[in-house]
């Protein structure tokens, strides 16, 4: 009985991914096969659409997690560490907290808090380090570029990544933390030489958990952003590059005909950039097993 | 190196449990001392005392006097990072980093007060490390493998060549051979009985037949009952603690009337 069961529901699991994996497939490949002018009116095609869509993807969600990643670590370590117990606890609710915030809320605030409160920061970078490529002017006047939205992103992935990175952090053995305090290790020196190593496949999952998230969002992106159709490095100008998901939300409602099938062929995209990740993560876990601490 | 411990009326406290009351002893250089005594005594308290390491529990605190050489672990000014690097620990499970090679983990104390070591000298010294701790034999061939792929009894020696690597005055071993078989055991006592010409060694057991067999001199710990502090009740050669013991409890003790 429970054998059946549990049978069942790992067959269902990939039913669902194949029947997902196929419509994807099947409703986008029109898109792939059109003629290249009935997609967009400068003839570029599919991919000259959808280039700019992958680019930005990447690149908002890279930006979250260079954001993210090391503030997560910091707040994980202190957590689990450093910070007397009471103060850890809460700290620890706080964070968990943030992870239930809807995305929208996180767009608005984006929108309303975020962006205006950021604009003076941005005019004063472009001003003073306008020399270097990412800060290139001219600044925006309303503060909703790219970097606004990694900043929005970062915030909405920090939770995830915090929270697993304290669990890794907590497991680590007291023997190993010992065995480096008994060598005449000082807290940081326990740290880096006992709880990051133990930690590091576990951090891997956290960030890709994190990246996956950053890659798929789609409200907090669409709110924030208004969007245009390039590939561009500037982290502050007005012009900025959207994502895959943001795109299929703005777009899908209008769409008709070719263009579907165009959206759910960049919906295709994501998946693969999403199970690429996820495989690269794999095999960064995989390659030093053997030093894992798991044996 | 080598050096004298002294302990003079150290009291050990756990928040406002008193674990350990009183214990004054001196433990000279080039010995083996061993401290014996029912679960519970602060036997492995006291050890820990003896580098600061109690400290990694919160509340932990001490009244008395530490010294090594006459300087006072405890003093004012003395930072426990410094007083571990003088003074090694071994543990009762064995516990080599498992993201580390072999080799790193010799090395890794070392590496924390000198980062920068040339790969000649740092070979030199996991050689010498490993010798010292009779694994070099068993373990030159594969000194980037992974540390946690060894026996039990060879991560243990791992962990003394790592303890032993960055010259202590002092090695405190609590408990080294509770979890190892009795071929490793033996391997790690003949190592204890090299070791000695080298550091004081400070060793807790519980295996009687072990104290009598490395130990030079034997401290008896006992407590009157659960909730009151563990007290030094013995302090003596071991073989006149094992064959001619002056206090009736040490007796009952070690002949296995409780305990």
Known sequence: MFSTSALVAGVAILVVLAAVAIFLVAESLPAFLANPADISSDGSGFWGLVGP??????WAAALALLISLPLSIGIALFISHIAPRKLAQGLGYIIDLLAAVPSVVFGLWGITVLAPA????????VDNLGWIPFFAGPV????????TVAIVLAVMILPIITAIAREVFLQTPRLHEEAALALGATRWEMIQMAVLPFGRPGLISATMLGLGRALGETMAVAMVLSPSVIISFAL?????????AANIALNFPEASGIGVNVLIGTGLLLFIITLIVNSIARVAINRRKAFSGAN | MSKRIEINDLNVYYSNFLAVEGVSLTIEPRTVTAFIGPSGCGKSTLLRTINRMHEVIPGARVEGEVLIDGQDLYGPGIDPVVVRRQVGMVFQRPNPFPTMSIRDNVIAGVKLNNRKMSKSDADNLVEQSLQGANLWNEVKDR???????????QQQRLCIARAIAVSPDVLLMDEPCSALDPISTLAIEDLIGELKNEFTIVIVTHNMQQASRVSDRTAFFNISGTGEPGKLIEFDDTTTIFENPHVQSTEDYISGRFG
């Open chain 1, 53 to 58: 869509l992958v680019f930005g993807t990447i």
């Open chain 1, 118 to 125: 950021v604009q003076p920061f941005f005019v004063w970078l």
């Open chain 1, 140 to 147: 925006s006047g309303t503060g909703r570029t790219v970097l």
């Open chain 1, 236 to 244: 502050l100008q007005s012009q900025n590059p959207t994502t895959i």
């Open chain 2, 143 to 153: 000194l980037d493998k992974p540390g946690s792929g060894l026996s039990g009894g």
